[in-house]
């Protein structure tokens, strides 16, 4: 019986289990992996292993085809030579022989078998192993195929769980009665009537264009993620709150709309969505020491993010009593 070993090498083996292991975890768990990782991240970097293990397979050397020949052995045991001219194979039975045949007549052949037939067996017959059937589709092709059935499975299993539990699970005039809460804190903040989408087609924000929301400055409409969406939902209508998710949902929504009140630079505009994440987070349903801390972890936030686009880094005037502070006779900050 084949392996499974034989089918799957160790390395495939180990990839698939660890991408069902992490998809079932972003899935289930905690809501920090969901933001700190992107989904379509492990399944870009399993498909890349899937084709690159492939191709390994497909250049590998070919093994050599072994000699069907008649073995040492046979040579050994029926008397003739690695150089035999011709090797003769004669069946006696339910025995098979190979006679050396150099151009004899048929009595000397006849001759030959029978001197083999009383010649001692150096070692015991040995049954040949039963022929091994090839598969239709080669074992690269069939490793690949089984690779991207165990990705389509994850992407299908995700995007089923996703449109019932996530934002695409809510109904519309849900949906539709959440954007407008949301707007209105929006434009509370901006000073002015704004509106706020969740851009469920992903052609605005997401894990593409690598932004949880996008507004233009001075403008009046604010596209979220879906993901920043369904937080800001859970807690104004469900009173859910989960820290590192509902923190930065409020900072985002406040971000964004601080730029539509027309503060272009990202530093600044972060530092005054932290101050005012809290009173949103305290109308949404938080008390404000609750708001407080979500909004101070989003601080620390900032320092580790900021490593990667430092545009978004608090500046040294954003703190308490700072040139940046909204309310520098509150002692409190954000």
């Avoid at 005054?272 to 020491?289: D, N």
């Amino acid at each position: 019986m084949q392996r499974v070993a034989d089918w799957f090498p160790r390395p495939l083996v180990t990839l698939r289990i660890g991408l069902i292991v992490f998809v079932i975890a972003w899935i289930f768990g905690p809501s920090e992996l969901r933001s700190a990782v992107p989904i379509w991240l492990p399944f870009l970097i399993a498909l890349g292993l899937e084709v690159h293990f492939f191709v390994d397979a497909v250049r590998a050397t070919p093994s050599e085809r072994p000699d069907r020949g008649p073995l040492t052995v046979d040579r050994e045991r029926y008397g003739y030579e690695e150089d035999a001219d011709e090797l003769l194979l004669v069946r006696e039975g339910d025995e098979e022989l190979w006679i050396p045949y150099s151009g004899e007549t048929p009595d000397d052949v006849q001759a030959r078998i029978a001197e083999a037939n009383t010649r001692p067996l150096y070692e015991a017959d040995v049954a040949p192993a039963p022929a091994r059937e090839r598969p239709r589709i080669p074992a690269a092709a069939r490793r690949l195929l089984v690779g991207f059935a165990v990705i389509g499975g994850l992407v299908l299993i995700f995007w089923i769980v996703e449109s019932r539990t996530g934002w695409d699970g809510l109904d519309a005039d849900t949906r539709a009665e959440a954007t407008a809460r949301f707007s209105r804190e929006a434009s509370i903040v901006a000073g002015k009537p704004v509106t706020i989408e969740c851009d469920e087609s992903g052609r605005y924000v997401g894990a593409v264009q690598d932004a949880d929301g996008i507004a233009e400055v001075g403008g009046d409409l604010a596209f979220l993620t879906p993901e920043r969406c369904l937080a800001l939902y859970r807690l104004a209508f469900e009173n859910q709150v989960s820290s590192n998710q509902t923190g930065l949902a409020i900072a985002v929504l406040a971000h964004e709309a601080w730029h539509l009140r027309g503060v272009a630079d990202e530093g600044t505009t972060e530092c005054y969505a932290l101050q005012s994440g809290v009173q949103i987070g305290v109308r949404l349903g938080l008390s404000e020491s609750t708001a407080r801390r979500l909004m101070r972890g989003q601080m620390v936030e900032n320092a580790l993010r900021g490593r990667a686009n430092p545009a978004y880094l608090l500046p040294a005037e954003c703190r308490d009593g700072g040139r940046l502070d909204l309310e520098p006779g509150v002692s409190s900050f954000p």
